[in-house]
C-alpha cells in the first residue's frame, strides 16, 4: 500500500492556512503551530516569553487547542470564530421570537459555530394562538425551519453547522420530539436531547404517572414508566434521543447563582447558559506517559500539571483575540470566561500503562489524571486572576458555596476567596476526532480504540484517482516499534490492547463516571452497544448513568433501521419461454389490459412538491415481475428528465428479469446541490430517492429480502458499527464521543 501520513493528510487539509499578501503561508505543521502560539500571545505584556511557552506545548503536541483555532488564529480569516459551538438565546414563544432564533443562528453557523437549543419555551402543536384564532403548529414546525437553514449554510472551512435540540421531559410535545428523526428526514442536521428532570427520575422509579404541562397548564397525563420506555426503545433503535440530567447540571454548575442552563452544544460536552460559547483545547495523555510498556511506566503529573498551566493562559487570550457571530455571545464570553480543557489519548495512555480499558486499575488512573487536570486548571486561573483580573460575574462566596467548587481543595478555595479566578468554568471532554489524527491518529477523546488497524480511502483530486492506505493506531505502532517487528496479528497482543467492541457498556458509565467527578461542565462520549444487546438490559442504562452521578448519557446500538442491508433473493420462478416475446429472451409479453401496482409518494429536499411513483406489476401464478413505471408532480421543472426516466426504468423492467441492479445505478447519482436523510440513510439526490422506492417495492413483492449482516467476528463487529459517510459515501462512518466521523475520509461532524 502506498505510503501515507494521516498527520500530514490531516493538516495539509484542515489546518494549513495558504497565506496571503500580509500573512505568510505556512509550510509545515511547525509552521502553523508557531503562527498560533504569535497570535496568543499578541496581547500579553512580555510576548516573547508566552509566545516561546505557549509554541513549546504546542510543538510538542502536549496540548492541542480546538480546530478552529489552529485553523485561524493569526491569519487573515477575521469573519470566523474560534470558539466550537454555542447555545442559542432563549426562544421566546412568537413568530418574531422564533425567527430572530433563526436569524441568530443562520449568523452563528455562517462563521462556523454549532448551535444548540432549547425548545420548551414554544407552545405544544394544537394550542390557540389569540389574534388569528389558529392553533399553533408546534416546536418541531420550527426545527424544521432551523433544519433547512442549517442545510444551506456551509461553515468555515468547509464544514456543515452541526446542531442540538432539547426539549423537558414535561413538554406537551415531547412523545413528538422523541420520535421526530423517524418521521421526519428534515431533522437530520440534529442531535436530540430529553432535558430529564429529578422530578421525572423519581416519577419513574415510583410508577407514577407524568403531567406534560406548558406555562403551569397541565395539557395531557401519561405514565412516566411509558414515556421512559420511549425513550429507551427508541435510543436503542434510533441512537436518538440522548438524555441530558438538567437539574444536576443547574445543580453543579459554578454559576448557579447567575444563570440558568437548558442546552448543550451539539455534542453535548458543554451544558450553556443562551449565548453561551465554548472554547476548548485537549491535553495528549499520551505525551506524558514515561517508560511506555515498560514494568515502571507511569504519567508523568508533575509535567502534565505544567502543562495544563499553560494551556489555561493560551485559551484565555483567545477569548480576547477571537470574532464573535452576535455582540451578545461576545459579552457572554467576556463576563465569564468560559474554557473547557479536556484529554485526548486516553486509551493509547492506558495502554502505554498495560491499564485494560475499563478494569478497575484503568478507572483509577483516569481519576488521577483528570483530578490532577483540573487542580492545575483552577490554580493557573487563579494565578492569572492576580495578575490580570477576575472573570466579570464572580460572586467570590456564592461561587466558593457551588457543589463542584466545595468538592475541591481548601487552598484554592481559600484562593479564590482572596484573589477571585480568571475563568468561571475550566475542564470538559470534547469530541477530537480531527485533531487526534493529526496527533498522529492517537485514541480519541477518552473513548477506547475502535480499531488498530484499518483502510482508509484517499481521493487525489478527483472521484476516480482513489487510493487505499492502511491506518494503524498511535500505541500499537509503539508496540510494533518495541517489538521490532512490522506488525502484530491483532490475536496476539497483549490483554490490554482492547477495543471498542469488546468493552462492556458498565465499563464505558464507570470510566465516564470517574472523569465527571473532576469536570466542572460535561462529558461527550458514545457509549457503544452491540447490535445483540437485549433491550431489557439496555433500558436500564440511562438509570445506572443517573446513579453514577453523570449528567449526560448517549448511547449507539448498530441496527437495520440506521444501517440496513438488502440482499438480492433468488428468485423462485423463472418466467417460461412461451411467455416470452420471441425476438427478446428474458422479456415479459405486451402490456395486458390490466395490471396490478402501488403508489409511493416521496418528499424531497430537492423539490417543494411531492412526487408520486406508480410501479406495476406483472403478475403469473402469484409470482411478481414490475412492469412499468409512472412518476407524478406538480413540479414542472423536472419534466422532460421524468419522462425519459419513467420510460427507461419501464423498458428495463420489461426486458430483464433482475432488473434489481437498477436500484445501485440510481443510488449512485450525486446531486452537486446536496442531498437529504430518509428514513435515517442519507440519500444524494431525488434519483437516488426513486432508486430507493424502487428497492422497497421489490422487497414488498418478493424479489429482494432484507438481511441484517451477521457479527460473528471482531472484524464484522467493528463493520456493524459503520455506517455510510454523507461526504465520501464509503461505509466508513462511526459514531464516538456523540459525534460521527468517517474513517475513510476528513468528514466529522463535531470538529
Same mark, same amino acid.
Given at each position: 500500500?502506498?505510503?501515507?501520513?494521516?498527520?500530514?493528510?490531516?493538516?495539509?487539509?484542515?489546518?494549513?492556512?495558504?497565506?496571503?499578501?500580509?500573512?505568510?503561508?505556512?509550510?509545515?505543521?511547525?509552521?502553523?503551530?508557531?503562527?498560533?502560539?504569535?497570535?496568543?500571545?499578541?496581547?500579553?505584556?512580555?510576548?516573547?516569553?508566552?509566545?516561546?511557552?505557549?509554541?513549546?506545548?504546542?510543538?510538542?503536541?502536549?496540548?492541542?487547542?480546538?480546530?478552529?483555532?489552529?485553523?485561524?488564529?493569526?491569519?487573515?480569516?477575521?469573519?470566523?470564530?474560534?470558539?466550537?459551538?454555542?447555545?442559542?438565546?432563549?426562544?421566546?414563544?412568537?413568530?418574531?421570537?422564533?425567527?430572530?432564533?433563526?436569524?441568530?443562528?443562520?449568523?452563528?453557523?455562517?462563521?462556523?459555530?454549532?448551535?444548540?437549543?432549547?425548545?420548551?419555551?414554544?407552545?405544544?402543536?394544537?394550542?390557540?394562538?389569540?389574534?388569528?384564532?389558529?392553533?399553533?403548529?408546534?416546536?418541531?414546525?420550527?426545527?424544521?425551519?432551523?433544519?433547512?437553514?442549517?442545510?444551506?449554510?456551509?461553515?468555515?472551512?468547509?464544514?456543515?453547522?452541526?446542531?442540538?435540540?432539547?426539549?423537558?421531559?414535561?413538554?406537551?410535545?415531547?412523545?413528538?420530539?422523541?420520535?421526530?428523526?423517524?418521521?421526519?428526514?428534515? %431533522?437530520?442536521?440534529? =442531535? !436530540?436531547?430529553?432535558? *430529564?428532570?429529578?422530578? @421525572?427520575? $423519581?416519577?419513574? +422509579?415510583? #410508577?407514577?404517572?407524568?403531567?406534560?404541562?406548558?406555562?403551569?397548564?397541565?395539557?395531557?397525563?401519561?405514565?412516566?414508566?411509558?414515556?421512559?420506555?420511549?425513550?429507551?426503545?427508541?435510543?436503542?433503535?434510533?441512537?436518538?434521543?440522548?438524555?441530558?440530567?438538567?437539574?444536576?447540571?443547574?445543580?453543579?454548575?459554578?454559576?448557579?447563582?447567575?444563570?440558568?442552563?437548558?442546552?448543550?452544544?451539539?455534542?453535548?460536552?458543554?451544558?450553556?447558559?443562551?449565548?453561551?460559547?465554548?472554547? %476548548?483545547?485537549?491535553? =495528549? !495523555?499520551?505525551?506524558? *506517559?514515561?517508560?511506555? @510498556?515498560? $514494568?515502571?511506566? +507511569?504519567? #508523568?503529573?508533575?509535567?502534565?500539571?505544567?502543562?495544563?498551566?499553560?494551556?489555561?493562559?493560551?485559551?484565555?487570550?483567545?477569548?480576547?483575540?477571537?470574532?464573535?457571530?452576535?455582540?451578545?455571545?461576545?459579552?457572554?464570553?467576556?463576563?465569564?470566561?468560559?474554557?473547557?480543557?479536556?484529554?485526548?489519548?486516553?486509551?493509547?495512555?492506558?495502554?502505554?500503562?498495560?491499564?485494560?480499558?475499563?478494569?478497575?486499575?484503568?478507572?483509577?488512573?483516569?481519576?488521577?489524571?483528570?483530578?490532577?487536570?483540573?487542580?492545575?486548571?483552577?490554580?493557573?486561573? *487563579?494565578?492569572?486572576?492576580?495578575? $490580570?483580573?477576575?472573570?466579570?460575574?464572580?460572586?467570590?462566596?456564592?461561587?466558593?458555596?457551588?457543589?463542584?467548587?466545595?468538592?475541591?481543595?481548601?487552598?484554592?478555595?481559600?484562593?479564590?476567596?482572596?484573589?477571585?479566578?480568571?475563568?468561571?468554568?475550566?475542564?470538559?471532554?470534547?469530541?477530537?476526532?480531527?485533531?487526534?489524527?493529526?496527533?498522529?491518529?492517537?485514541?480519541?477523546?477518552?473513548?477506547?480504540?475502535?480499531?488498530?488497524?484499518?483502510?482508509?480511502?484517499?481521493?487525489?483530486?478527483?472521484?476516480?484517482?482513489?487510493?487505499?492506505?492502511?491506518?494503524?493506531?498511535?500505541?500499537?505502532?509503539?508496540?510494533?516499534?518495541?517489538?521490532?517487528?512490522?506488525?502484530?496479528?491483532?490475536?496476539?497482543?497483549?490483554?490490554?490492547?482492547?477495543?471498542?467492541?469488546?468493552?462492556?457498556?458498565?465499563?464505558?458509565?464507570?470510566?465516564?463516571?470517574?472523569?465527571?467527578?473532576?469536570?466542572?461542565?460535561?462529558?461527550?462520549?458514545?457509549?457503544?452497544?452491540?447490535?445483540?444487546?437485549?433491550?431489557?438490559?439496555?433500558?436500564?442504562?440511562?438509570?445506572?448513568?443517573?446513579?453514577?452521578?453523570?449528567?449526560?448519557?448517549?448511547?449507539?446500538?448498530?441496527?437495520?433501521?440506521?444501517?440496513?442491508?438488502?440482499?438480492?433473493?433468488?428468485?423462485?420462478?423463472?418466467?417460461?419461454?412461451?411467455?416470452?416475446?420471441?425476438?427478446?429472451?428474458?422479456?415479459?409479453?405486451?402490456?395486458?389490459?390490466?395490471?396490478?401496482?402501488?403508489?409511493?409518494?416521496?418528499?424531497?429536499?430537492?423539490?417543494?412538491?411531492?412526487?408520486?411513483?406508480?410501479?406495476?406489476?406483472?403478475?403469473?401464478?402469484?409470482?411478481?415481475?414490475?412492469?412499468?413505471?409512472?412518476?407524478?408532480?406538480?413540479?414542472?421543472?423536472?419534466?422532460?428528465?421524468?419522462?425519459?426516466?419513467?420510460?427507461?426504468?419501464?423498458?428495463?423492467?420489461?426486458?430483464?428479469?433482475?432488473?434489481?441492479?437498477?436500484?445501485?445505478?440510481?443510488?449512485?447519482?450525486?446531486?452537486?446541490?446536496?442531498?437529504?436523510?430518509?428514513?435515517?440513510?442519507?440519500?444524494?439526490?431525488?434519483?437516488?430517492?426513486?432508486?430507493?422506492?424502487?428497492?422497497?417495492?421489490?422487497?414488498?413483492?418478493?424479489?429482494?429480502?432484507?438481511?441484517?449482516?451477521?457479527?460473528?467476528?471482531?472484524?464484522?463487529?467493528?463493520?456493524?458499527?459503520?455506517?455510510?459517510?454523507?461526504?465520501?459515501?464509503?461505509?466508513?462512518?462511526?459514531?464516538?464521543?456523540?459525534?460521527?466521523?468517517?474513517?475513510?475520509?476528513?468528514?466529522?461532524?463535531?470538529?
Amino acid at each position: 500500500m502506498k505510503k501515507y501520513s494521516i498527520s500530514q493528510d490531516i493538516w495539509e487539509r484542515k489546518y494549513r492556512y495558504s497565506g496571503s499578501s500580509e500573512i505568510a503561508a505556512d509550510k509545515s505543521l511547525s509552521d502553523t503551530m508557531r503562527r498560533v502560539a504569535a497570535a496568543c500571545a499578541q496581547n500579553e505584556q512580555d510576548h516573547k516569553k508566552w509566545q516561546d511557552s505557549f509554541e513549546s506545548i504546542l510543538q510538542s503536541l502536549e496540548f492541542i487547542p480546538g480546530g478552529r483555532i489552529i485553523a485561524n488564529a493569526g491569519t487573515s480569516r477575521g469573519q470566523t470564530t474560534m470558539f466550537n459551538c454555542y447555545v442559542m438565546n432563549k426562544i421566546k414563544d412568537s413568530i418574531e421570537g422564533i425567527f430572530d432564533t433563526v436569524k441568530a443562528s443562520a449568523l452563528t453557523q455562517k462563521q462556523g459555530g454549532g448551535v444548540g437549543f432549547d425548545f420548551s419555551t414554544v407552545r405544544p402543536r394544537g394550542s390557540h394562538i389569540k389574534g388569528c384564532e389558529a392553533p399553533a403548529s408546534g416546536p418541531l414546525s420550527f426545527m424544521r425551519v432551523l433544519d433547512s437553514t442549517c442545510r444551506t449554510i456551509m461553515s468555515a472551512g468547509q464544514r456543515r453547522g452541526a446542531q442540538m435540540g432539547v426539549m423537558r421531559c414535561d413538554h406537551p410535545d415531547i412523545e413528538e420530539f422523541i420520535t421526530a428523526k423517524r418521521k421526519n428526514s428534515q %431533522l437530520q442536521m440534529f =442531535n !436530540l436531547s430529553v432535558a *430529564i428532570t429529578e422530578e @421525572f427520575i $423519581k416519577a419513574v +422509579k415510583n #410508577d407514577t404517572d407524568w403531567e406534560l404541562k406548558f406555562n403551569g397548564e397541565t395539557l395531557k397525563t401519561v405514565r412516566a414508566r411509558d414515556l421512559w420506555e420511549t425513550i429507551m426503545r427508541s435510543t436503542y433503535d434510533f441512537a436518538e434521543p440522548g438524555f441530558l440530567l438538567v437539574d444536576r447540571i443547574n445543580q453543579m454548575n459554578n454559576l448557579y447563582y447567575c444563570e440558568e442552563i437548558c442546552a448543550t452544544n451539539p455534542c453535548g460536552e458543554q451544558p450553556l447558559p443562551p449565548f453561551g460559547a465554548c472554547l %476548548l483545547g485537549s491535553l =495528549n !495523555l499520551t505525551k506524558f *506517559i514515561k517508560n511506555p @510498556f515498560g $514494568k515502571n511506566a +507511569k504519567i #508523568d503529573f508533575k509535567r502534565l500539571s505544567e502543562v495544563t498551566a499553560v494551556a489555561v493562559r493560551l485559551l484565555d487570550n483567545v477569548i480576547d483575540i477571537s470574532n464573535y457571530p452576535l455582540p451578545e455571545q461576545r459579552e457572554e464570553a467576556y463576563s465569564k470566561r468560559r474554557m473547557g480543557i479536556g484529554i485526548t489519548g486516553l486509551a493509547d495512555a492506558l495502554i502505554f500503562l498495560q491499564a485494560k480499558y475499563g478494569s478497575p486499575e484503568s478507572i483509577k488512573l483516569a481519576e488521577s489524571i483528570m483530578k490532577t487536570i483540573t487542580h492545575a486548571a483552577y490554580r493557573a486561573s *487563579i494565578e492569572i486572576a492576580k495578575e $490580570k483580573g477576575a472573570f466579570k460575574l464572580l460572586n467570590p462566596q456564592k461561587y466558593c458555596a457551588g457543589k463542584f467548587i466545595s468538592a475541591l481543595p481548601e487552598d484554592i478555595r481559600k484562593d479564590i476567596s482572596k484573589y477571585g479566578i480568571r475563568n468561571s468554568h475550566l475542564t470538559s471532554i470534547a469530541p477530537t476526532g480531527t485533531i487526534s489524527l493529526l496527533a498522529d491518529n492517537i485514541s480519541s477523546g477518552l473513548e477506547p480504540v475502535f480499531a488498530f488497524k484499518y483502510t482508509r480511502k484517499i481521493r487525489n483530486g478527483n472521484e476516480e484517482d482513489v487510493s487505499e492506505v492502511e491506518i494503524s493506531d498511535y500505541a500499537y505502532r509503539q508496540y510494533c516499534a518495541k517489538m521490532k517487528v512490522q506488525s502484530v496479528d491483532e490475536n496476539d497482543l497483549p490483554d490490554y490492547f482492547t477495543s471498542a467492541e469488546k468493552i462492556k457498556p458498565a465499563d464505558h458509565l464507570n470510566i465516564q463516571a470517574a472523569l465527571q467527578k473532576y469536570i466542572d461542565s460535561s462529558i461527550s462520549k458514545t457509549i457503544n452497544i452491540p447490535a445483540d444487546f437485549p433491550f431489557d438490559d439496555f433500558k436500564d442504562i440511562y438509570m445506572q448513568a443517573y446513579e453514577l452521578g453523570l449528567k449526560g448519557c448517549t448511547t449507539f446500538r448498530p441496527n437495520e433501521n440506521i444501517m440496513g442491508v438488502l440482499v438480492k433473493k433468488e428468485p423462485e420462478k423463472e418466467v417460461s419461454a412461451a411467455q416470452l416475446e420471441p425476438h427478446t429472451p428474458n422479456a415479459l409479453p405486451k402490456r395486458p389490459e390490466e395490471l396490478t401496482g402501488t403508489t409511493y409518494k416521496i418528499k424531497t429536499a430537492q423539490s417543494p412538491d411531492a412526487f408520486y411513483i406508480t410501479i406495476n406489476d406483472y403478475v403469473e401464478n402469484g409470482h411478481h415481475r414490475p412492469y412499468e413505471l409512472f412518476i407524478n408532480t406538480k413540479n414542472l421543472q423536472h419534466f422532460s428528465w421524468i419522462v425519459a426516466m419513467s420510460r427507461l426504468i419501464s423498458a428495463v423492467f420489461r426486458n430483464n428479469p433482475e432488473p434489481a441492479f437498477l436500484i445501485d445505478e440510481l443510488k449512485s447519482i450525486y446531486d452537486p446541490n446536496g442531498g437529504s436523510f430518509r428514513n435515517g440513510k442519507y440519500v444524494p439526490s431525488l434519483a437516488a430517492e426513486i432508486g430507493y422506492v424502487i428497492e422497497e417495492h421489490m422487497v414488498k413483492i418478493g424479489l429482494l429480502k432484507r438481511e441484517t449482516k451477521s457479527v460473528d467476528s471482531r472484524t464484522s463487529v467493528q463493520d456493524a458499527n459503520k455506517m455510510i459517510c454523507p461526504e465520501c459515501h464509503e461505509r466508513e462512518l462511526v459514531n464516538q464521543e456523540n459525534c460521527l466521523k468517517c474513517l475513510s475520509c476528513n468528514y466529522s461532524k463535531c470538529g
